[in-house]
């Protein structure tokens, strides 16, 4: 458990009452606009009754960029009550203000429930749970800044899915090292959950896993709600890892995507490629099964379909022939699996894994293979071989 102690906190302010906080006529906004996000999606009243049963949990989410502002409104719409951390000030203000966060979910209505500030202190204060969502690669940085303000006991969630570059560590790893918590205390998300999406109340369903089925259990019950459903399981580093591998897949189907390739193409790489992902996830410790579930297959479905993920848009433009800085200066979020290809296939050497379509993806980034020539090359050697 974490060994700092719990510092005594000032007397919180009377806090409104659930239905003020959540408002029962559910989002803030112009009923158009509303009846608008409600075509196709779980129903306000849905909502309603799971937020009035639930229990009252007090959790915080640091990071208000597309994925964070997303899971903080999954949390409120189970019935939490959501703080949000965002590092510029107006966006802060316009989450709070305006129940909006229009650079990275435009047209949909944050529930009331839901609150951000630019003040991290003032975030984590009474904090019963804390889920992070930045970019793989500051999260070390944006962790030191938090380490003392972090309540002792209290479960970290990553909503990560990248490794970090230099380390090759894991986003819980990550997390254990740099708030020297319990690893039984970190919980992972994972799953075929493309953020606009679930925004807008499509259902889905995700993982949460931990080394703690209790913990994992606690989370999974915060992260619940009519549209968004969280399985549990203990396999954090197939979990983990499933989330950061389909987003090398999803750039190779992007790439052959962008040359202009069909299904069968495009159904090779998905194939082969989850027999990748599994090889290497299993080589350092997952479980076969993890990878045929959510956090797999699942999440190899989704982003490898979807115009929405930033990581196959990322591939579609180097399939169209836009270098790999032009891409990077494209995209406005994170695309987490142009920075996790190098820490990927140097950890699949420790393991003497083969990587054949990580591998090709890297030479792809690096200019040194035509994308058109990359779908023949699904095997390292060329040699006939088992499937
Ligand atoms: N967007 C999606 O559909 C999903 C994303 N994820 C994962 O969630 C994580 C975060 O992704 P998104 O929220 O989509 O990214 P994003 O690019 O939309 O937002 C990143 C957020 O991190 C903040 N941030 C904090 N420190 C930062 C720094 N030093 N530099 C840059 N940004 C900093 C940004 O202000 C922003 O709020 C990624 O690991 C991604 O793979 C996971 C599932 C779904
Ligand atoms: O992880 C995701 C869907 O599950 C989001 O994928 P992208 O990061 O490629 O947008």
Redesign the pocket.
């Known amino acids: 458990m974490n060994p700092r102690s719990r510092d005594s906190k000032p007397p919180k302010p009377s806090k409104p009452s659930r239905s003020e906080r959540h408002g029962r006529r559910d989002n803030s906004g112009p009923s158009a606009s509303l009846s608008a996000l409600n075509a196709g999606s779980v129903t306000t009243e849905a909502i309603s009754i799971v937020q009035a049963q639930a229990l009252e949990r007090r959790v915080a989410v640091l ?6 502002t ?1 899971f903080a409104k999954v949390l409120a719409e189970g019935g939490a009550e959501v703080q949000m951390w ?3 000030p107006e966006l802060a203000r316009e989450v709070t203000e305006t129940h909006r966060n229009t650079d ?1 979910l435009p047209g949909i209505n944050l529930p009331i429930g839901l609150t951000a500030s630019p003040s991290i202190p003032a975030v984590l204060d009474g904090a019963e749970q804390i889920y992070v ?4 690669q ?1 999260l070390r ?2 962790l030191r800044d938090i380490r003392d303000l972090v309540p002792a006991g209290v479960p970290v969630v990553s ?4 490794v970090e570059k230099g380390t090759g560590l894991r986003m819980s790893q990550v997390i254990v090292e740099e708030l020297g918590i319990d690893p039984a205390l970190v919980a992972v998300a994972s799953g075929p ?3 606009l999406e679930i925004a807008k109340r499509q259902p889905t369903a995700a993982v949460i896993s931990s080394e703690s089925l209790e913990t994992a259990t606690l989370v999974a019950a915060t992260a619940t709600n009519p549209y968004f459903h969280s399985f549990v399981n203990t396999d954090v580093i197939g979990t983990e890892f499933g ?1 950061v591998l389909k ?1 090398l897949i999803a750039v190779a189907i992007g790439i052959v995507d962008g040359v202009g390739y069909g299904e069968n193409t495009k159904a090779s790489i998905m194939t082969r490629g989850l027999a990748e992902m599994t090889s290497f996830a299993v080589s350092f410790g997952a479980q076969p099964s993890t990878m045929a579930g959510l956090a797999g297959l699942g999440d190899l479905i989704a982003t490898c379909q979807s115009p929405l993920s ?1 990581n196959n848009t990322a591939g579609r433009l180097l399939g169209q022939g836009y270098r790999y800085d032009d891409v990077v200066r494209q995209m406005n ?2 695309a ?1 699996g142009l920075s996790s290809v190098a820490p990927i296939l140097e950890l699949a050497r420790s393991r003497g894994v083969d990587m054949p379509i990580v591998a090709q993806v890297a030479e792809v980034l690096a200019g040194t293979l035509d994308p058109r020539d990359i779908a023949p090359h699904l095997t390292e050697t060329g040699e006939p071989q088992g499937e």
């Open positions: 990071g208000a960029g597309s994925w964070g997303t965002a590092r510029r990275y969502s930045v970019p793989s500051t940085e944006n909503l990560m899915k990248g959950n493309l953020a989330g987003n930033r979020q994170t987490e």
